[in-house]
């Protein structure tokens, strides 16, 4: 596996990272604690170093099985979570953000027996907390990381300005939000302002929530349970209009031997050396066929050509619910 840095930080991982949410929640039910500390072990085998998961994924019940998962191992990977609601003393996570310093040390010291270490690779604030100013949110790191508990600061799908003033308290290693061919919101603001600061970039659901994979189309139904059924992306309507994406990346698959999946993840790596995507999954064969993404060389021309196309599909639905959409780009 190849690696790549984190912007100008000294943080180096797999060119490839692995989203951890989904062996825990949020698409439907999850498979078996034992099966997915297997699967997280095969994937280390496999060459990926970086491990997402977060307090608020179960919650607490994810960042529990990454940390059982890789703590026979954990010199050999970089773990990020990641802080910033309210969760009631019951385990149920409430609609309130709280990046309060206080309540930020709490949450690290709470993380840290949960993942079984005694440092946080990569933190993140998990959605800006307007009560909060971002200075007293990176003031907090300060001390976090100059007591060795944490090692690089993060922020998931903060706005531009947030970002500026964030680094300029404490300097920010990686930005987390949503990025891919089924949305390219970042390009305007995110993504050159973390260019000129020398921030990495991770974007989380790099194949669209699994749209892009080619496996999912207006017909198909998800389990009560699984988030997708209240994203407008995901309703039949848009599902249907949509698919001209998928096509689009089916005709590339084609042209390149591989899958529409590894040309949606391809298309994420070409764009940035400093873009590190984190697919997540709980199947092997799923696993592996992300992995070969790595290996799959667009050329500038594929790309333009690529870009070309979507320019021309009108894509429908929003990425998230009113309500979730309303925490982002803060």
Not at 71 to 84: E, L, N, S
């Amino acid at each position: 596996m190849q690696k790549r840095k984190l912007g100008k930080s000294n943080l180096e991982v797999s060119a490839l990272g692995l989203g951890c949410m989904g062996m825990s929640a949020n698409y439907g039910p999850a498979p078996g604690k034992q099966e997915m500390i297997a699967f997280i072990r095969t994937a280390v085998e496999r060459g990926v170093t970086f491990f997402d998961t977060a307090e608020a994924y179960g919650p607490f019940t994810n960042e529990e099985l990454v940390g059982e998962a890789l703590a026979p191992i954990r010199d050999q990977v970089v773990i990020a979570t990641k802080f910033g609601f309210d969760i009631e003393s019951s385990g149920k996570r409430s609609g309130r953000l709280n990046s309060r310093p206080e309540h930020i040390k709490q949450v690290a010291e709470a993380s840290l027996k949960r993942l079984k270490t005694d440092h946080i690779d990569l933190f993140y604030q998990h959605r800006v907390d307007p009560d909060v100013p971002i200075e007293d949110v990176a003031g907090a790191f300060n001390d976090l990381i100059r007591e060795g508990k944490v090692k690089h600061f993060g922020l998931s799908e903060p706005g531009a300005n947030t970002i500026r003033r964030a680094h300029a308290v404490q300097p920010v290693t990686a930005v987390q939000s949503e990025y891919s061919l089924f949305w390219r919101g970042p390009e305007a603001e995110i993504l050159p302002t973390l260019e000129e600061l020398g921030i990495g970039f991770v974007p989380f659901s790099p194949l669209g929530a699994g749209f892009l994979t080619g496996k999912i189309n207006e017909n198909t139904k998800f389990d009560s349970t699984d988030f997708r059924n209240v994203v407008p992306r995901f309703s039949s309507e848009a599902r249907k209009a949509n698919q001209a994406l998928v096509d689009l990346l089916g005709k590339f698959a084609e042209q390149k031997k591989a899958t529409p999946a590894q040309i949606a993840i391809a298309w994420l790596l070409a764009q940035k050396p400093w873009i590190v995507p984190i697919p997540g999954t709980t199947k092997l064969h799923r696993l592996e066929e992300n992995i070969g993404a790595v290996a799959v060389r667009l050329t500038p021309y594929d790309l333009g050509e690529i870009n070309s196309a979507a320019s021309k599909i009108e894509l429908q639905g929003a990425r998230l619910p009113e309500a979730a959409l309303k925490m982002t780009g803060r």
